[in-house]
């Protein structure tokens, strides 16, 4: 039986935790790949079309998760399995008409499902609300790269480096994090908001005026995408990562960060306590946040405590290959 994987056409452009996953899925499963715009249903319909009879097709649901004539166009004949990284209603920032539209796609899309691939439990439970039966969905976690050490600024006595990493939008909750900063002033620190800025511009912009009404123009560095040796060189200088989301289905950044020994800051919402993060505080309590963040940065024996935890938690992180093991289930 032949497998195929329908992937967004920014696979290699757009440096998001989806593609990720999606380009180390691909890599080791040598399943064969097929690139589609996001939403375009004549593109998917022509992908699937190419799918012979009987064959089993994962398709990301970024890609086809709004798209339900396709899916019934083509579920009869082939093994569709959608892969859902995060619901897409579930993304903030949406207007409530925007939400109830996407919800009622995607319930509809899953209905013609063969079986469903989560990215984490707690999205395997969230698909009940789509009308998604628990026997019909397998739970494929991301897997993790090893890494090596980050030494951070401290140890040679720099100012705290913080990072918080992902697409700059309402969901991964950058606005939050700046606010709490602000609190801090008072405290040595820098802050880089690193990933892509293309997602929800307006919400960029605010961001930016944001940081400039604060007077941290030269702590918060607004910076846009890294991969590559310049998102290493990032990670080597970066004492705690902060992950202010206001959902989260696993967040594969955290454990990015923990492969590297650096301790992770993440508000408690989501599927994040399943990726492991060093410490949690209230999901959007800008108070909280700050607090955390104050504890940290004046205590050195919670900082040596972080660091050591992250690094013991290097080992415990599964493989990619257990990803495409579990996915393997849910295509057989």
Not at 92 to 104: E, I, K, N, Q
């Amino acid at each position: 039986m032949s497998v195929h994987m329908v992937v967004p056409d920014d696979l290699d452009a757009v440096p998001s935790g989806g593609n990720v996953y999606d380009r180390r899925v691909l890599a080791l499963s040598g399943w064969r790949e097929h690139r589609v715009p996001v939403g375009d249903a004549a593109a998917l319909d022509a992908a699937l079309d190419a799918v012979p009879d009987d064959a089993s097709v994962l398709v990301d649901g970024l890609v086809g998760g709004s798209l339900p004539a396709v899916a019934a166009a083509h579920g009869e004949r082939v093994r569709l399995v959608p892969l859902v990284h995060l619901p897409l209603a579930d993304e903030r920032g949406l207007s409530p008409a925007r939400v109830r539209r996407l919800r009622d796609l995607e319930t509809a899309t899953l209905r013609h499902a063969s079986a469903v691939a989560a990215t984490s439990r707690w999205t395997a439970r969230r698909l009940a609300a789509f009308g998604v039966e628990a026997d019909r969905v397998v739970v494929a976690p991301p897997g993790t790269d090893p890494a090596c050490t980050a030494p951070g600024s401290m140890v040679a006595g720099g100012r705290p480096r913080l990072l918080c990493l992902g697409a700059l939008t309402p969901t991964k909750g950058q606005d939050l994090l700046v606010a709490a900063l602000a609190r801090l002033r008072d405290r040595d620190w820098t802050c880089a908001l690193v990933g892509p800025l293309s997602r929800d511009p307006g919400f960029v912009v605010r961001l930016r005026a944001a940081v400039v009404a604060h007077g941290l123009t030269d702590r918060v560095s607004v910076l846009g995408p890294r991969t590559g040796a310049a998102l290493d060189a990032l990670w080597a200088t970066t004492d705690l990562l902060v992950v202010p989301s206001r959902t989260e289905t696993f967040g594969m950044v955290v454990t990015e960060a923990l492969a590297r020994g650096v301790p992770v800051l993440a508000a408690d919402v989501g599927g994040i306590r399943e990726a492991g993060p060093t410490a949690l505080v209230p999901a959007e309590n800008v108070g909280a946040l700050a607090g955390a963040l104050q504890d940290w940065l004046v205590d050195p024996v919670r900082r040596s405590g972080w660091r050591l935890s992250a690094h013991g938690r290097r080992g415990t992180l599964l493989p990619w290959t257990s990803t495409v093991d579990r996915l393997r289930l849910a295509l057989d």
